[in-house]
């Protein structure tokens, strides 16, 4: 029986595994090499792009941090004059003016963002692919561009300037931004969910709704936190159509209403020295609220993805 065994071919697959280990053995130090060099290089890419990131955060932070106080986060703004220059009130209304219209612009966005990326993740066909050209396209459209579309289609008709204008441009801006995150987190759904529903006699709608939206909803959650934290920082959009120099607390957006960039780009601009101080301020009051938003939409999602685990 022995004889039998040692007069067999040798095995393949041993055979294989054994050229496959000498091969890998007389190539590991280049490997190696390799791997530490390129590790190196990836590393001091990051460096070298926290540099000047660190270095905007330490000066907003270092010179507008005085500014933050109780008073200047819930006052009205104040406009300074040649007797009282230091007087220049707070940014209540900048705070509201911002949240009322991202939250309006997240209104009109999201529902249509979702509609899209979900179309784009079912479908291959020729619309598909150029409406997903479209999305691409408009995902790296100038900002300003938005604003000159609200102008003449919503200020002009309008007699005015109005929130209404800039959350129509904000939700042209935030729409390809969440229809490409909500089609990749459709697409990121098994497909044997997808079969396991329909197998169930489950119709497409319901098995969309049911399985499909709730398993990708931390990647959707994510893309829509991300968009409403970079509409919050857009200034070019706004610039033309919110008016932006309201003194007065305003909930509807179809009057004229402040925002946190304007506020900053005027105050930065402004011949009062107080002013110019404080649109620090104002920046590090919006940087802020960008941070929550987008750390929030890391956790959120990450907490998801886990319970769904």
Known sequence: MSDVLTELPPDPIIERRRVIQERAAQTIGRRQLVSRVTVSLLLGAFIIALIPLGSVIYEIINKGLSSI?????????????????????????????????????????????????????????????????????????????????????????????????????????????????????????????????????????????????????????????????????????????????SLTWSWNPFHSMSALPLTTYFFSNSQYPSQRAAAWGVALTLVVIVMILSLGSRLIAARMRRERH
């Open 69 to 245: 106080s109780w008073s200047f986060l819930h006052k009205l703004p104040q406009q300074p004059n040649l007797i009282n220059q230091n007087d220049i009130g707070g940014i209540g209304n900048s705070i509201l003016g911002t949240l009322v219209i991202d939250a309006v612009a997240g209104i009109v966005a999201i529902p249509v963002a979702l509609v899209v990326g979900l179309y784009l993740s079912e479908s291959s066909s020729s619309a598909a692919n150029f409406l997903r050209a479209i999305v691409e396209i408009m995902t790296g459209l100038p900002s300003i561009l938005l604003g000159v579309f609200a102008y003449e289609f919503l200020v002009v008709p309008m007699g005015g300037a109005s929130g209404l204008a800039g959350a129509t441009a904000l939700s042209v801006l935030m729409v390809p931004i969440i229809a490409k995150a909500a089609e990749l987190a459709f697409r990121g759904v098994p497909d044997t969910l997808r079969e396991a529903g329909l197998a169930l006699g489950a119709r497409s709608s319901r098995v969309t709704r049911g399985v499909i939206f709730p398993s990708a909803l931390p990647g959707i959650l994510t893309g829509v936190l991300l968009a409403l934290a970079r509409a919050m920082g857009e200034t070019a959009p706004l610039l033309l159509v919110i008016g932006g120099t």
